[in-house]
C-alpha cells in the first residue's frame, strides 16, 4: 500500500514536468523576418554577372557571361532566368509547396488527457480522483499515403510551373534583347533622315530669304522635318519601355547600360520538325506537365475524401483512480457513425474539381494548337513581306539617288523628291519593323514548340534551375 502511495505521488510530480518537455521539445522558436525598404535591383552589369558566374562555377560545361563584348541571346537568357525579381518570387513558391508534402507526410500526435476530481461533503476516508488517457484517431494513418500523393503532386506541378515561368522570362528577355537592338537601328535611320531633312530646310529657308526659292518648297521641307521629328519622338517613347523593361527582367536598375552583340542569323524551321515537336508536347512542355501533375495531385485527393467517408475510428488506454483510492485501466473505441454527413460534400468538390482539371488540360492543348498554327501562319505572311520589299526595296533606293541628284540640279520639283525619299524611309522603317516582328514570331514558336535551341538554354544554369521531377 505505501509502495502505490508513493508511486502515486512520484507520478503526480513528474506528470506535469514530462508532459511539458514534450510539448516544448518539438516547438519552433518564432524569429522575426521585417521587410526591406529597398529594391534589390544591381545598378551595374558587371556586377550581376560576377554574381551568377560564381553561381555557375559549379556547373562544369556551363556557358559563362562575358558583358565585355556584348550580351548576345543566350547569355541574356541566362541572366534573365537567374536574376528576374519575379522567378526569384515564384522559387519561394516552390518552398511553400515543397513545405505541404512535408507536412502531409507526418504522423498524426497522440492524445493525452488528464482529469482530477475533488470529492466534497462527507469526505471521509475519501481521497482525489485521478484519470490519465492516451489515445489515437486511426482515420489519418488510412488516409496519409493519398494525402502525401496528393501533395508531392502538387510539388511536381509548381515544380514544372517554375520552368515554364522560366522559359516565357527566357522567350521575354530575348524578344526585349531583338526589339532594342531593332530600334536602335530605326532610329540611327530616322536620325539620319532628321539631318538631312534639316539640312534641306536651313538651305530652302535661306533661299526664301534670298527669293531664290518659293514658298511652297520651303513649307514642303519643313513639313518633312516635323513629320521626321515626330517619328523619333514615337520611337524614342518606344525605346525607352523597351530599355526599362529588359533591365527590369534582368534583374537590374533602369540606369544600368547593356551592351549587345550582333544578331544572328534568324532560325529555320522546318515542317517535318514543327511536326515532330506537336506529338510530343505533351510529354516534354512544362505547361502541359504541370497540368497533368496537378490533374493527378487531385486524383489523389479524390481518393482521399473517399477513403475518409469510412466511419472515424481511434482507440486509446486509460488509467484512473476513484476516490475510493481504487485503480483501474481501460482500453476504450470511439466510432464516428456516418449518417449525415459521411464526407459526401467533400467527396463531390474533389470529383467536381477534378473534372475542371480535366477541362484545363484539354483547353490548353486545343490552344497550343491554335497558337502554333497562328504563329506559322504569321511566320509565312510576315517571310513573302520581307521577300517583296527585299525585291522592291534596292530599285526605290536607287531612283532617290538618281532623284536626289536631279533635284540638286533642278531637274525635278521638291515635292517629288520628297515624296520618294519619304517612301524609301518608310518602307525601310516597315523592313527593320518585320525582321522585329519575324524574331519575336520565330522566339515564340521556340517557346511554344519547345524547340531545341530554347531547351538548350536551360542546361547553362545550374542543377537547382534545371531539375525536372
Given amino acids: 500500500m505505501l509502495g502505490q502511495t508513493y508511486r502515486g505521488v512520484l507520478w503526480h510530480r513528474l506528470f506535469p514536468v514530462l508532459t511539458t518537455v514534450t510539448l516544448l521539445g518539438g516547438c519552433a522558436s518564432y524569429q522575426a523576418k521585417p521587410l526591406l525598404e529597398q529594391d534589390l535591383l544591381i545598378n551595374d552589369l558587371d556586377i550581376l554577372t560576377t554574381q551568377v558566374n560564381k553561381s555557375l562555377d ?11 563584348d556584348g550580351l548576345d541571346l543566350t547569355e541574356v537568357a541566362i541572366l534573365a532566368v537567374l536574376a528576374n525579381p519575379d522567378l526569384k518570387a515564384k522559387r519561394a513558391q516552390l518552398e511553400v509547396a515543397g513545405a505541404q508534402a512535408f507536412s502531409a507526410g507526418l504522423l498524426p500526435d497522440p492524445q493525452l488527457s488528464t482529469s482530477i476530481d475533488h470529492p466534497t461533503g462527507n469526505t471521509a476516508g475519501l481521497v482525489n480522483a485521478r484519470g490519465l488517457g492516451l489515445g489515437y484517431d486511426i482515420t489519418p494513418l488510412i488516409t496519409r499515403q493519398a494525402r502525401i500523393n496528393a501533395e508531392q503532386g502538387a510539388h511536381t506541378k509548381v515544380q514544372l ?3 515554364w515561368q522560366e522559359w516565357q522570362v527566357i522567350q521575354q528577355a530575348r524578344s526585349l534583347a531583338v526589339r532594342l537592338q531593332l530600334e536602335n537601328l530605326r532610329l540611327s535611320l530616322l536620325q539620319k533622315m532628321r539631318s538631312l531633312y534639316q539640312n534641306r ?14 514658298l511652297d518648297v520651303n513649307g514642303t521641307d519643313l513639313t518633312a522635318l516635323i513629320d521626321s521629328l515626330s517619328q523619333i519622338t514615337q520611337l524614342e517613347q518606344q525605346h525607352n519601355q523597351t ?13 544600368a547600360v547593356i551592351t549587345l552583340t550582333k544578331l544572328p542569323a534568324e532560325p529555320v524551321f522546318d515542317q517535318a520538325t514543327i511536326e515532330t515537336q506537336l506529338r510530343k508536347l505533351p510529354e516534354i512542355r512544362p505547361d502541359l506537365l504541370a497540368l497533368k501533375a496537378g490533374y493527378q495531385a487531385q486524383e489523389e485527393r479524390v481518393r482521399a475524401a473517399i477513403l475518409a467517408q469510412f466511419p472515424s475510428f481511434s482507440i486509446g488506454i486509460s488509467r484512473a483512480r476513484d476516490t475510493g483510492n481504487i485503480y483501474t485501466s481501460g482500453f476504450n473505441i470511439g466510432l464516428n457513425l456516418p449518417l449525415f454527413n459521411g464526407n459526401r460534400g467533400a467527396i463531390t468538390i474533389e470529383r467536381a474539381t477534378r473534372r475542371q482539371l ?5 483547353a490548353r492543348l486545343a490552344q ?16 513573302q513581306q520581307r521577300v517583296n520589299l527585299q525585291a522592291y526595296l ?7 539617288e538618281r532623284a536626289r541628284r536631279a533635284y540638286r540640279q533642278g531637274d525635278i520639283d521638291a515635292l517629288t523628291f520628297l515624296n520618294m525619299e519619304s517612301t524609301w524611309v518608310s518602307k525601310r522603317l516597315e523592313q527593320i519593323s518585320l525582321q522585329q516582328t519575324q524574331w519575336e514570331n520565330r ?14 538554354s536551360p542546361t547553362d544554369l545550374p542543377a537547382f534551375q534545371k531539375e525536372q521531377p
Fill in 368 to 383: 497550343t494548337q491554335t497558337d502554333v498554327d497562328r504563329l506559322l501562319e504569321l511566320q509565312n505572311i510576315i517571310e
Fill in 358 to 362: 480535366f477541362e484545363e488540360y484539354q
Fill in 443 to 456: 522566339i515564340a514558336l521556340q517557346t511554344l514548340l519547345a524547340l531545341p535551341d530554347i531547351k538548350s
Fill in 394 to 400: 534596292p530599285r526605290l533606293k536607287a531612283l532617290v
Fill in 243 to 255: 530599355r526599362h523593361d529588359l533591365n527590369h527582367i534582368l534583374g537590374l536598375k533602369s540606369g
Fill in 58 to 68: 559549379a556547373e562544369k560545361g556551363s556557358h559563362k557571361i562575358n558583358p565585355s
Fill in 201 to 214: 530646310y536651313q538651305h530652302s529657308e535661306k533661299g526664301l530669304m534670298e527669293g531664290n526659292v518659293t
Fill in 161 to 163: 510551373e517554375l520552368l
